[in-house]
Every structure is written in structure tokens, then in C-alpha cells.
């Protein structure tokens, strides 16, 4: 089968960029797919952070330090870039304008007017392909909540819980880096930098929240900053968002989490949703598993708790028998959005990858969870325009 090659830049050689060289490294554990990405250039700022490419990716053949040098490479037709929220505005409306696809990372700008300028160079330059980087809805399990939403087998749904834990700033010894500080963060701290794994599958669901109450928290008021002083942590650990929402002929509450400080959780997604007719729930911390609840009138009220087999939106080699992992679910979302790059809205498997219209999305939400907490009310969201 020939296959599509798509040339790809790096602008942030930090983890993420690795990650992305690490799954295209992986692409033969695909199958069935007539696409293949190919990294050809990487940028960073530090020349150190581009030497492991240099020494790990046979494919790349140039490597800059200005990211605009990058972007006049006629070699590259799309870029990964994952760098600080504070520089997502100018280097992601730099890329879109050069004419590259992009998949960026959350949250597509550091605030909502810097994630408005990135959406109108979307609408100018409308055959760009653009996506946000959200990689857990690829997991098996979530992928079969998704079809259960999409067969309507809810019923009348009573309430919808979604987070993303992490307990890597647990220690207060840990040297304080660029998320905790506004200027590089911004304000939404933990919401805008995990906020929109969170929202992928409600925004995708079309559950927008007519109205916000936040529960912000800042846990570790200060940190070292590696010189031997004690510096202020400006941004939120954790945030807690009570949210109701009215869809279609349905009003719930839907309860969203972001925490930086979770104690005994390494990485832990999820998404629980309760119903009438059926309940569900994922999470990455049992990822071979995926629970559901049956119920009919007068029934009985059971869980059932079943193996998620190695089921996944893009075929691979492994066997159903295998656990799914945060790589496999890094491969299956770059396999979604270079499928869109070969092939358009003519895709393989209907799942796509998060869209510019969905951070927006995130940061009405996000902008409204701040001013909540500012005013300890409930906040309304309006969806028009």
C-alpha cells in the first residue's frame, strides 16, 4: 500500500514534542492506514532541548532556533508546537498564517482574547487544518461512552462527572516552573492546562453549561526557585466547577475537576455519567475496564464491570487481549488528525481530534469559573455568537 507521507515540524522539543517523535516512531504498530507522518525539522529556543532529536530522529533534517525560520521551510506541511500558554496567541496565528497545519496544545492561548486571535487567523486562512492536543478520549473505554452517547442509551440523564487528576506537585520541595507563574500561565492555572482533556467529550456531546460555580484552591502557597529562595506560586492547584446544563430536552448538573494535587493519582482521566435507562463510567486508572449499569423498571440495579478489550479507533497489531496504554492513546490521536490531513472529512473512523471551536468553548467556561470565584457566585454562560 503506498502512503501518504506528511512532513512534520517541531516548534517545543520539551516532553510533548518527544512523545509525538516516540508515536511516529510506532506508526508501523498501525494498521490499515495510508498515512504516515514524518518529523523533517524541530525548533526550540534552547539548542540543548533539539539535541535528542538530533541524536533519536533519523528523519529530521534541520534544526533551527527561531521558530519563524521553521515556518518558512518548504519541507514542512504541518507542525506540532507545545510551548508555555503565553506564546500559544503569535506562534500559533504565525503558523496557520505560513499556511501549515497545526496541532497545538491546550488551551489555545493563554486567555479568551488571546484564543479569539488564534480563531480569526483560523477563518482567514480556512484551509488550514487545526487541532488541540487531547489524547485521553482514544482510550478504549472512553471511546465505548462515547458510542453509548451517540445510541442515546442514557435515558433521561441524571448528572455527568468528568476530571483529570495529578498529584505531581503534591511535594512542596519541587522547584517551581513556568505553571506556576501567571505571565507564562495565565490565570486559569490548572483549568487552562488540563481543563480541555476534561471538556473534549462533554463539548463533543454538546453539553455547554448554561451556568459555573468554581471552587478554586491554591494548596502550596510557594516553592523554591532552584537558587535557594522561596518564590510565590501564582496559579490555581486544583478547581472544582459545578456546572448545569441544559441540552436539548435535558437539564443536569455536570461536575468538572482539574487537580494538580490529588494524592495517589499519577495521571488519572475520567468521565462518569448516570441515567435513567443506563450509567457508565471510565477511568485511566483501570484502563482495561469499563463499568455500566442496565436498568428497566422494577429492575435490578447492578453494575457490571467488564474488560475493555485492546479495541481502538485505528487498527493496530496488538491483540484484544492487551492492556492500553498513554502511548497507544498519544498514537491513535496523531493517527486521527493526520488521517484529516490525507483524507479531510473523508476519514477512517468518525472521531476527530478536539477543534479550535471546542477551546473556545473551554476558555467561556474557564473565564466564567474565574470571575465566580472572584464574586463567590454562580455565573451565567452565554452561548450566543
Known amino acids: 500500500m503506498s502512503k501518504t507521507i506528511i512532513r512534520f515540524g517541531v516548534i517545543g522539543c520539551g516532553l510533548m514534542g518527544k512523545e509525538f517523535a516516540s508515536a511516529a516512531a510506532r506508526w508501523c504498530h498501525l494498521t490499515g492506514i495510508d498515512f504516515v507522518p514524518k518529523i523533517t525539522a524541530v525548533c526550540d529556543a534552547n539548542e540543548a532541548a533539539a539535541q535528542w532529536f538530533k541524536e533519536n530522529v533519523s528523519s529530521v533534517e534541520a534544526v533551527y532556533t527561531d521558530y519563524k525560520e521553521l515556518l518558512a521551510d518548504p519541507s514542512v506541511d504541518a507542525v506540532y508546537c507545545a510551548v508555555p500558554h503565553n506564546l500559544h496567541a503569535q506562534i500559533y496565528v504565525d503558523i496557520i498564517t505560513s499556511g501549515k497545519h497545526l496541532l497545538g496544545e491546550k488551551p489555545f492561548g493563554i486567555d479568551q482574547a488571546a484564543n479569539q486571535l488564534i480563531l480569526e487567523a483560523i477563518a482567514r486562512h480556512p484551509q488550514v487544518i487545526v487541532r488541540c492536543s487531547s489524547e485521553f478520549p482514544f482510550f478504549p473505554g472512553a471511546q465505548q461512552i462515547y458510542q453509548w452517547v451517540q445510541e442515546r442509551k442514557f435515558g433521561k440523564i441524571i448528572e455527568v462527572e468528568a476530571g483529570f487528576w495529578h498529584s505531581s506537585d503534591l511535594d512542596p520541595t519541587k522547584v517551581i516552573n513556568w505553571k506556576r507563574r501567571i505571565a507564562t500561565n495565565g490565570e486559569y492555572g490548572c483549568m487552562g492546562d488540563l481543563g480541555m482533556h476534561v471538556l473534549h467529550l462533554p463539548m463533543r456531546f454538546g453539553w455547554k453549561p448554561k451556568s459555573v460555580r468554581a471552587l478554586l484552591s491554591k494548596i502550596v502557597p510557594e516553592r523554591p526557585d532552584g537558587q535557594g529562595n522561596l518564590v510565590p506560586c501564582e496559579t490555581w492547584d486544583n478547581a472544582i466547577l459545578a456546572c448545569e446544563v441544559d441540552s436539548e430536552d435535558q437539564q443536569f448538573p455536570m461536575v468538572l475537576s482539574t487537580k494538580r494535587i490529588a494524592p495517589g493519582h499519577a495521571n488519572t482521566w475520567f468521565i462518569r455519567i448516570t441515567g435513567t435507562e443506563w450509567s457508565a463510567e471510565f477511568t485511566t486508572k483501570n484502563p482495561k475496564q469499563v463499568a455500566s449499569l442496565p436498568y428497566s423498571p422494577g429492575g435490578v440495579q447492578a453494575w457490571h464491570l467488564v474488560d475493555a478489550p485492546y479495541k481502538s479507533a485505528y487498527g493496530t497489531i496488538t491483540g484484544g487481549i ?30 476527530y481530534c478536539a477543534t479550535p471551536e471546542e477551546t473556545a468553548y473551554s476558555h467561556r467556561i474557564f473565564t466564567a469559573a474565574l470571575e465566580s470565584n472572584k464574586k463567590g457566585q454562580t455565573i451565567s454562560i452565554d452561548w450566543r455568537g
Open 322 to 351: 492487551f492492556e492500553f496504554g498513554f502511548s497507544d492513546s498519544i498514537l491513535q490521536m496523531w493517527a486521527a488528525f493526520c488521517d484529516e490531513l490525507a483524507h479531510g472529512k473523508q476519514t477512517q473512523q468518525p472521531f
